[in-house]
Antibody, heavy 122, light 109 residues
Framework: EVQLVESGGGLVQPGGSLRLSCAAS????????MHWVRQAPGKGPEYVSA????????YYVNSVKGRFTISRDNSKNTLYLQMDSLRIDDMAVYYC???????????????WGRGTLVTVSS | SYELTQPPSVSVSPGQTARITCSGD??????AYWYQKKPGQAPVLVIY???GRPSGIPERFSGSTSGTIVTLTISGVQAEDEADYYC????????????FGGGTKLTVL
């Protein structure tokens, strides 16, 4: 089955760290760029980060730049998001998503996971 | 910053046509995408590149564009279509920015 499954969310204090994982299955993970998108309660989705298929090029939205690190292990079919210096406004459900463009990165998402909840609270 | 604007809610009876709009200044120059989100489920891409329909998406889902407004149309709405719908696009002026609309709750009466 083609799917993405996120894990690693939980409760963390402001200033703390979490590492999210996204396990991919059912498709050739190493050939796709991958993304992280988050959605805070009651709000629309917010784009977070991207990584190319080889893992040597990354992109971050300004609000997480310098605090979050996206990475991937193509041998394990797994995408990661290391989140440091977490803030209250980082609290959201975090989704990993597969790039919809099959040749070039077109910045849309044709496969999503169910998400993992990150709660930032003291 | 660039924004996409959607109505918060749309309500239709089963069998009727639902139209959900999304407005944004850059939409004439950038593709729009639509996602369906049901509680507890992963979001699903229902329209890509303004009008494309991914495999497995029913034909009753269609997309259209006119200037700064894109529209998701669901013809012959079914109860299972009740969900939140989000448009998404990008703004390439200055630094590249991926943007989502605030979402529209489709209620099937």
């Amino acid at each position: 089955e083609v799917q993405l499954v996120e894990s690693g969310g939980g409760l963390v204090q402001p200033g703390g760290s979490l590492r999210l994982s996204c396990a991919a299955s059912g498709f050739n993970f190493r050939t796709y760029a991958m993304h992280w998108v988050r959605q805070a309660p009651g709000k629309g989705p917010e784009y977070v980060s991207a990584i190319n298929s080889d893992g040597d090029s990354t992109y971050y939205v300004n609000s997480v730049k310098g605090r979050f690190t996206i990475s991937r292990d193509n041998s394990k079919n797994t995408l990661y998001l290391q989140m440091d210096s977490l803030r209250i406004d980082d609290m959201a459900v975090y989704y990993c998503a597969r790039e919809g463009g099959h040749v070039n990165v077109e910045w849309y998402f044709d496969l999503w996971g169910r998400g993992t909840l990150v709660t930032v609270s003291s | 910053s660039y924004e996409l604007t959607q109505p918060p809610s749309v309500s239709v009876s089963p069998g009727q046509t639902a139209r959900i709009t999304c407005s944004g200044d850059a939409l004439p120059d950038q593709y729009a995408y639509w996602y369906q989100k049901k509680p507890g489920q992963a979001p699903v891409l229902v329209i890509y590149q303004d009008t494309g329909r991914p495999s497995g998406i029913p034909e009753r889902f269609s997309g259209s564009t006119s200037g700064t407004i894109v529209t998701l149309t669901i013809s012959g709405v079914q109860a299972e279509d009740e969900a939140d719908y989000y448009c998404q696009s990008a703004n390439s002026s200055g630094s590249y920015q991926v943007v989502f609309g605030g979402g529209t709750k489709l209620t099937v009466l």
